[in-house]
């Protein structure tokens, strides 16, 4: 094993065999899936897959949020109103996008980054070459639903 700096400072371990490890159970952590995959939107939900969003989505742990771009813009919606759709899809086979349970749609143009500020009040959403600053709380309260622009 080789532990080689790159030019921007940072390092890269090279290994000199792959070879897979033994599995180990574990009573620390578990991770299973919640239902099915839920759709953003049932239309038009096909991202352009010569540029597609570097960052589409965001998890807020501290609202129990997620932010979801989509072709014209993003939603928001709760955590637990996704993981019961999530669920109702795998039981039934049907259930609601993410379109439908979102709080607030936001059509802005073709978002492609979505991140939180890192005491979570800010979220930046990048439209082309702009960037565009909303508060959390207006998204989650629909209160004016209030943003500024950062050329």
Excluded at 38 to 53: A, G, H, M, R, Y
Excluded at 68 to 95: L, P
Excluded at 99 to 126: E, H, M, N, W
Aim: proline share 3%; charged share 25%; glycine share 6%.
């Amino acid at each position: 094993m080789a532990v080689l700096k790159d030019e921007w400072g940072g390092y890269t371990i090279q290994l000199d065999e792959e070879k897979e490890g033994n599995h180990e159970a574990s009573v620390d952590y578990i991770f299973q899936r919640i239902g099915e995959s839920v759709p953003i939107k049932l239309q038009n939900t096909n991202f352009d897959t010569e540029c597609p969003p570097t960052r589409p989505l965001v998890v807020s742990e501290q609202f129990g949020a997620i932010f979801v771009a989509h072709n014209e813009g993003f939603c928001v919606a709760k955590t637990r109103d996704v993981i019961e759709a999530a669920k109702e899809i795998k039981e039934k086979n049907r259930g609601s996008c993410i379109q439908d349970l979102s709080i607030v749609d936001v059509p802005i143009g073709k978002a492609y980054i979505l991140a939180l500020s890192t005491d979570f009040s800010t979220l930046a959403v990048t439209v082309g070459g702009v960037v565009h600053l909303f508060s959390v709380d207006s998204l989650l309260n629909k209160v004016n639903v209030v943003y500024c622009v950062a050329l």
